[in-house]
C-alpha cells in the first residue's frame, strides 16, 4: 500500500485513488493511525482536485464501514431519515424530526455539529439542559421502538470516521467539497439504517453549495451512492440565499423550533419544513399527494401532537421540560439592538455574514472541541423585502462579553443590504432530484 504521503501528493495532482487506497486511509484515520495533520492536508488536496463519483462512492461506504450499520427493519413504522447539507438559522431538523414521528413514521437520525459558519442539530440539542445525544445502539433503537423518534450523534459504534473527519474539515476550512460532503451525509445515512431518505440540499451563499449547478451536483452524487446502496432517497433544493429563520444560535434555534412547532414562528421557516415533511411523507408512502400530506401535517401541528412528540422525545434523552418551562434553556449574560444605520428595503440579508457573526458571538466554533456559548446568537427583526426606518431594530445580539458583542456588531454592517426600492424574491425551493435527474421547482 502507498504511503499516506503517497496518498496526499497523488491527490494534490489531481489523480484519482482506488477504492483500497480510500478504504486504507479511512480505516487508518480512524483507528489514529494517519494524524491530523496528514488528514488535514489530505483534505485540502480533496478541495481543490476533486474526486470522481467512484472514489465518492467509495469514501462513501469507507466511511460507512468505519462501524455499526444499524439493521432497523423490526420498528414497524416507515423509516424516514432527513438531513440537510447545511445553512444558517436551518432549524428544519428540530422541527420535521417530531412532526414525522407524530405522522407515525419512524425517525431514526444521526446528526452533527455546526460546521463553519452553519449550525448542527447536536449544539441546538445539546443546548436543552441534560439533554444527551450520545445515545448506544441499544438505546437508539429502544427509543426508536417506544417513540418512533431517536436522534443521535456521530459515535465511536456508528460511522466515527465522519464524526473524526467532520471535527477536522469544521476547523480546517475543508467543509465546502462536493464529495466530501455528499460522503459525510450519506455515509451517516446508510449506517443509520433508514429506508427512505430525504436529502435538503442547501443553495446560496450561505450555503456550502453556492450555486444551483452545485449543488444539483451534490444532490445528484448522494442521491445516486443511496440508491445503489438499495436506499428510497430523494433530494430537495432549497434557497439559502438568506437565513432561514430570524434565529441563529443554539438555544436561540430550539425556542424558534417550538413556535414552529406551535403553529406560529417565522413564515419561510414553517412553510420550508412543511414542504420538507410533505416531501418525506410522500417519500415512505404515507401520503399519496402532497395536498395530502399538507392536510396530516396540519392537523398535527393544530392539535398539539406534534409538540406533544417533540416533548415526549427531548424527556427520554435526558432533557428538561422546556415546553412547560421555556426558561430553563439558557439565556446570555448581554442583549444589545442592532439599528439600522438608514433607512430602506431590506434588499437582502447576508446570510454567510450572519452565520459567521453568530460564531463571534460564540455560537460556532473557531477550533477543533471549542466549548460553545449554547445561549448567544441573534435573532433578526427583518426579513428581505421589509422596510426598515433609520433607527430601527434589525436584529437583537445575545453574547457573553462586550468584547464578542463589539465583533459581532462590526461584522454585521455589511450583512444587510438596504436600497430604495423592493428587492425580486426568490423561491425558497428550487426543484428536486430523484432517480430520474433533477426537476425544476414549477414557478
Ligand atoms: N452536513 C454533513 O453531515 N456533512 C457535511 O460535510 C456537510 C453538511
Ligand atoms: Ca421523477
Same mark, same amino acid.
Given at each position: 500500500m502507498k504511503s499516506m504521503t503517497q496518498l496526499i501528493t497523488d491527490k494534490k495532482a489531481g489523480l484519482a485513488h482506488t477504492e483500497e487506497e480510500v478504504q486504507w486511509l479511512v480505516e487508518n484515520y480512524t483507528n489514529d493511525h494517519i494524524p491530523d495533520y496528514q488528514m488535514s492536508a489530505w483534505l485540502m488536496a480533496v478541495c481543490w482536485q476533486g474526486m470522481t463519483f467512484d472514489e465518492t462512492k467509495a469514501l462513501t461506504l469507507a466511511m460507512m464501514r468505519s462501524g455499526t450499520c444499524l439493521q432497523?427493519?423490526?420498528?414497524?413504522r416507515p423509516l424516514i431519515d432527513k438531513h440537510s447539507t447545511g445553512g444558517v438559522a436551518d432549524t428544519t431538523t428540530l422541527v420535521l424530526a417530531p412532526l414525522l414521528a407524530a405522522a407515525g413514521a419512524g425517525v431514526a437520525k444521526m446528526s452533527g455539529r455546526g460546521l463553519g459558519f452553519t449550525g448542527g442539530t447536536i449544539d441546538k440539542l445539546e443546548s436543552?439542559?441534560?439533554?444527551? &445525544?450520545?445515545? +448506544?445502539e441499544e438505546q437508539f433503537l429502544a427509543l426508536l421502538q417506544k417513540q418512533g423518534l431517536a436522534l443521535t450523534a456521530q459515535s465511536a459504534s456508528i460511522a466515527p470516521a465522519d464524526g473524526k473527519m467532520y471535527a477536522l474539515r469544521d476547523v480546517t476550512a475543508t467543509v465546502d467539497s462536493l464529495p466530501l460532503i455528499a460522503a459525510s451525509v450519506m455515509s451517516k445515512k446508510l449506517a443509520a439504517g433508514a429506508e427512505h431518505i430525504l436529502l435538503d440540499v442547501k443553495v446560496g451563499?450561505? &450555503?456550502?453549495? +453556492?450555486?444551483k449547478e452545485a449543488a444539483v451536483e451534490l444532490a445528484r452524487y448522494m442521491v445516486a451512492i443511496g440508491l445503489g446502496a438499495g436506499r428510497n432517497v430523494k433530494a430537495v433544493l432549497t434557497s439559502m440565499e438568506q437565513p432561514l429563520g430570524l434565529a441563529v444560535g443554539n438555544a436561540l434555534e430550539v425556542a424558534e423550533a417550538i413556535e414552529i412547532l406551535r403553529g406560529r414562528g417565522p413564515l419561510r421557516l414553517r412553510q420550508v419544513c412543511l414542504r420538507l415533511a410533505a416531501e418525506a411523507l410522500c417519500l415512505a408512502g404515507m401520503a399519496k399527494t402532497q395536498d395530502e400530506a399538507d392536510l396530516q401535517l396540519a392537523a398535527l401541528l393544530d392539535s398539539g401532537k406534534a409538540l406533544e412528540c417533540f416533548r415526549q422525545w427531548i424527556l427520554s434523552q435526558g432533557g428538561a421540560d422546556i415546553i412547560a418551562t421555556p426558561t430553563l434553556l439558557p439565556r446570555a449574560a448581554l442583549e444589545e439592538e442592532l439599528l439600522s444605520p438608514y433607512s430602506g428595503y431590506?434588499?437582502?440579508?447576508q446570510a454567510r455574514i450572519i452565520g459567521e457573526a453568530s460564531v463571534a458571538l460564540g455560537a460556532g466554533r473557531r477550533y477543533k472541541g471549542e466549548t460553545l456559548d449554547l445561549a448567544a446568537g441573534l435573532v433578526l427583526a427583518c426579513e428581505q423585502g421589509d422596510f426598515v426606518q433609520k433607527g430601527q431594530k434589525l436584529a437583537t445580539l445575545h453574547a457573553a462579553s462586550a468584547e464578542k458583542m463589539a465583533a459581532a456588531k462590526k461584522m454585521l454592517v455589511a450583512a444587510f443590504v438596504l436600497s430604495e426600492t423592493p428587492p425580486l424574491s426568490y423561491p425558497d425551493v428550487l426543484g428536486w432530484v430523484d432517480a430520474d435527474g433533477f426537476h425544476a421547482e414549477a414557478e
Open positions: 432497523l427493519h423490526s420498528v414497524g436543552i439542559p441534560g439533554f444527551s &445525544a450520545t445515545l +448506544q451563499q450561505g &450555503a456550502f453549495m +453556492q450555486t431590506v434588499q437582502q440579508i
